[in-house]
C-alpha cells in the first residue's frame, strides 16, 4: 500500500490557465494608460507615445530586431520614428497591446506604410484586403500606384486587373486625366481591355489629350497605340478623321489613313499584328450555359443549365420554349440567344433570347432561313449565323441579326456551303473553319471582313474536321474534336496570326465530335459531344500556362450535342 502511494505522488501533474497571456496583456495595456511602469518613449514630431519595451518586443517584429541587438536604440529612454503618421504609430502601438486595429477610409493608408515599417505583416495584409474590396473606377489608379510604392503585388495585381475590366469607366474620372503620359501609353498598348469597340480607346487618348494643351505634342504616339483598324469605316471618316487635333497632325493622318486602306484594300495589309488584334480581358469570368442538345436517347431536348466555374458546379435554368439540338447560341449584353437547331422534326428558324436575372426566355424575330449545325458568332454587338443545314442541303448563306431593330438581314454568301463546322471571331474577324457539304469534309478555311461584307481565303487547317469546337483564346484561335470521315478526333490544332499557320496542340483525352468550345477566364472548355459510342456529358478544361486538358464537373442534365455561351459576370 505504501508503494502504491509513492507512486501516485510521484506522477506529473501539468496545472494551465489558458487565458493567462491574453489577460496578462491586458493588465499591461490598463498599466500603460495609467502611465507606469514604461520603459521607452516612442516620437513622431511633436507627438510622444509611451510603452513597454518587453511588449512592444513580443509583438512587433522591427522593435524585436531593435531591442534584443546591440543598436544603439537599444539602450535609449526616447527614439525618433521618422516618417510615420502619428495616428497611425499610436493605432500600431495598441495593436500590440490588444491585438485589434480598426481600418477606415481615411487611416488605410497611413497604416498600410506604419505596418510596413514596423514589419506588421498580418495589418499589412488586412489593409490590402480593406482596399482590395473598395475598388472602384474612380479610385482604383491611385490604389495601383500606392501598391506599387509599396510592394503590395496583389494588391496591384488586383488594381491592375479592375482597372482593365472597367477601363472605359476609370477613362472618365480625374485619376485618368491625371495619368502620366508612360502610364497612359502602357495602358492603351494593353490587350486586356475590356471594351465594347475599339472606338472607345480613341475617345479616352482624346479625353486625356484635351486635359492640358501641352499634350497634343503626343497624339501621334498615343494615335500608333489605338487600333484604328478596328474602328468602324465610318467612324473614322466621320469622328476620326474630321478631330481638328489629327487634321493639322500629319502622323496622326497618316495612321488614320493606313487604317482605312486595311478595310479598302485587304490585299495590301502589311500592319503589324497587335493593331488588328482584337482586345480581350480575359480575367473577366463567365457563366458557360449549356442550351438544348440531346439526351441519351438522341432526342431533342429544351433543357439549360449553367456552369459556375469558381464552384465547379452546374445548375439547372428554366428550360426553352423549344426543344432544340444542333442550336446556335449567341451572347449579346448579357443575353443569351438560342437560334435555330433540330426539334426532332425539322430544322427552325425560330430564336428566343434569356435573360439571366430574371430566369425567362422570350422569343424574338425569326431567320429568314431554317438551318441548323449553323456557326453563330457575335461582331460589333450584331448577332452572325454562318451556313449549316436546312433540311436538305448545306447551306453558303448568312444571315446577320441587330438586337436593337430586330431584324435578320442576309450578308455575303461563303465560297463553300457548309455545315457543322467550326466558326469564331478572331482578331476582329469571323472565321469558318471545315465543316462540310453533304460530299466531303473540309480543312480549308475562310474569314469574313464585316466592314467590307467581303470573304477571304485563309490558311487551312493540318486536318479536316467538321462538328469540332473553335475559340479565340488572346492572341491565338483554337479548334478541337470533330470528325474527319473515318473516325471521331480528340486532336486539337492552334493558329497564330503572326506565324501565318496551324500547329498541333496536346489531345484531349476523350474524342468529341459535335462538341462546343469556349473560352473564359484564360482558358478553354470543351463542352459535351459524342465518341463514337455515346454522346457525352463530359468537360474538359484546357489550361494554357500547363499545357494541358483536366476534367471538370460534368453536365446534369445533358448527355451532348449542346450549344454554348458564355456570358460574362459582369457584362459592358
Not at 466592314?451 to 484561335?477: E, Q, V, Y
Amino acid at each position: 500500500m505504501g508503494d502504491a502511494v509513492c507512486a501516485e505522488l510521484e506522477d506529473l501533474v501539468h496545472f494551465s490557465v489558458p487565458e493567462l497571456p491574453l489577460r496578462g496583456y491586458g493588465v499591461m495595456e490598463e498599466v500603460r494608460r495609467q502611465g507606469r511602469l514604461c520603459d521607452v518613449t516612442l516620437k513622431v514630431g511633436d507627438h510622444k507615445f509611451s510603452a513597454h519595451r518587453i511588449v512592444l518586443v513580443a509583438s512587433i517584429p522591427y522593435f524585436h530586431a531593435m531591442f534584443t541587438t546591440d543598436m544603439m536604440e537599444s539602450k535609449q529612454d526616447e527614439i525618433v520614428m521618422q516618417g510615420m503618421d502619428p495616428s497611425a504609430l499610436e493605432a500600431l502601438i495598441n495593436f500590440a497591446y490588444n491585438g485589434h486595429v480598426a481600418i477606415d477610409q481615411q487611416n488605410v493608408q497611413s497604416l498600410l506604410v506604419g505596418a510596413s515599417f514596423l514589419q506588421l505583416q498580418n495589418v499589412k495584409d488586412a489593409c490590402c484586403s480593406f482596399l482590395q474590396e473598395r475598388l472602384h473606377p474612380k479610385n482604383c489608379l491611385g490604389v495601383r500606384q500606392f501598391a506599387e510604392t509599396m510592394m503590395c503585388t496583389t494588391l496591384y495585381d488586383s488594381a491592375n486587373c479592375f482597372l482593365h475590366q472597367h477601363f472605359v469607366d476609370v477613362s472618365l474620372t480625374e485619376e485618368f486625366l491625371s495619368l502620366r503620359q508612360d502610364d497612359v501609353m502602357e495602358l492603351v498598348g494593353c490587350d486586356e481591355l475590356n471594351i465594347k469597340a475599339e472606338e472607345q480607346v480613341f475617345e479616352a487618348v482624346l479625353s486625356w489629350v484635351r486635359h492640358d494643351d501641352e499634350r497634343s505634342a503626343v497624339l501621334p504616339d498615343l494615335l500608333s497605340r489605338v487600333r484604328l483598324p478596328l474602328c468602324r469605316p465610318h467612324f473614322l471618316s466621320d469622328r476620326v478623321q474630321q478631330e481638328a487635333l489629327v487634321r493639322c497632325c500629319h502622323k496622326c493622318r497618316d495612321l488614320v489613313d493606313e487604317a482605312k486602306d486595311f478595310h479598302l484594300m485587304p490585299e495590301r495589309r502589311r500592319l503589324p499584328a497587335f493593331k488588328t488584334r482584337q482586345r480581350s480581358c480575359t480575367s473577366i469570368t463567365g457563366l458557360i450555359y449549356a442550351v438544348g442538345g440531346l439526351n441519351s436517347s438522341g432526342d431533342s431536348l429544351n433543357v439549360v443549365e449553367v456552369f459556375d466555374l469558381m464552384a465547379n458546379v452546374w445548375e439547372r435554368c428554366q428550360p426553352m420554349r423549344t426543344a432544340r439540338s444542333r442550336v446556335g447560341v449567341a451572347v449579346v449584353n448579357g443575353l443569351l440567344y438560342a437560334i435555330g437547331g433540330f426539334d426532332g422534326q425539322s430544322r427552325l428558324s425560330t430564336v428566343e433570347v434569356y435573360n439571366p436575372e430574371t430566369d425567362s426566355w422570350t422569343r424574338v424575330s425569326s431567320m429568314n432561313s431554317q438551318r441548323s449545325a449553323m456557326g453563330t458568332v457575335v461582331v460589333d454587338g450584331h448577332i452572325y449565323v454562318c451556313g449549316g443545314y436546312d433540311g436538305k442541303s448545306s447551306l453558303n448563306s448568312v444571315e446577320c441579326y441587330s438586337p436593337e431593330t430586330d431584324r435578320w438581314a442576309v450578308v455575303t454568301e461563303m465560297s463553300a456551303s457548309r455545315s457543322a463546322a467550326g466558326v469564331t471571331v478572331f482578331e476582329g474577324r469571323i472565321f469558318v473553319s471545315g465543316g462540310h457539304d453533304g460530299l466531303q469534309i473540309f480543312n480549308t478555311v475562310e474569314y469574313y471582313n464585316h466592314h467590307t461584307d467581303r470573304w477571304h481565303a485563309a490558311t487551312p487547317m493540318i486536318n479536316k474536321r467538321c462538328r469540332h469546337g473553335a475559340a479565340p483564346l488572346g492572341s491565338f484561335m483554337y479548334v478541337a474534336g470533330g470528325y474527319d470521315g473515318s473516325g471521331f478526333l480528340s486532336g486539337a490544332e492552334v493558329y497564330s496570326s503572326a506565324a501565318g499557320q496551324w500547329s498541333h496542340l496536346v489531345a484531349m483525352s476523350t474524342r468529341r465530335s459535335r462538341v462546343s468550345l469556349v473560352a473564359t477566364s484564360g482558358r478553354l472548355y470543351a463542352v459535351g459531344g459524342y465518341d463514337g459510342q455515346s454522346n457525352l456529358n463530359s468537360v474538359e478544361m484546357f489550361d494554357v500556362e500547363n499545357n494541358g486538358w483536366s476534367f471538370m464537373a460534368p453536365m446534369v442534365w445533358h448527355e451532348g450535342g449542346v450549344g454554348v455561351g458564355c456570358v460574362p459576370l459582369n457584362p459592358l
